[in-house]
Nanobody, 118 residues
Framework: QVQLVESGGGLVQPAGSLRLSCAVSGRISSFNSLGWYRQAPGNERELVAVISSGGSTNYAGSTKDRLTISRDNAKKTVYLQMNNLKPEDTAVYYC????????????WGQGTQVTVSS
């Protein structure tokens, strides 16, 4: 059974940094892409960044310069390095794994809270 488990969230001051981790059980290579989404109170869940099985990346325009997504296949882990954090980055961050075979399917972690506040 596939599980995605996030860690690394917490309280950080504005301009600070955090690194989120997402540990993937099962074969990480079975996912066509892995990504991070976030959901702030009262808002819909939105894409933050995604990385394909080949390593190509895509970022939401508002976070592109401050966030970096990466993956370590040997450790079966996806990371989100977040720098120069702003209060508007406050949200629950979710790890997502997407497959297209045998059918299109998405797997989600339980989420990790990131709070940016002084």
């Amino acid at each position: 059974q596939v599980q995605l488990v996030e860690s690394g969230g917490g309280l950080v001051q504005p301009a600070g940094s955090l690194r989120l981790s997402c540990a993937v059980s099962g074969r990480i290579s079975s996912f066509n892409s892995l990504g991070w989404y976030r959901q702030a109170p009262g808002n819909e869940r939105e894409l933050v960044a995604v990385i394909s099985s080949g390593g190509s990346t895509n970022y939401a325009g508002s976070t592109k310069d401050r966030l970096t997504i990466s993956r370590d296949n040997a450790k079966k882990t996806v990371y989100l390095q977040m720098n120069n954090l702003k209060p508007e980055d406050t949200a629950v961050y979710y790890c997502n794994g997407h497959r297209t075979w045998p059918m299109s399917s998405d797997y989600w972690g339980q989420g990790t809270q990131v709070t940016v506040s002084s």
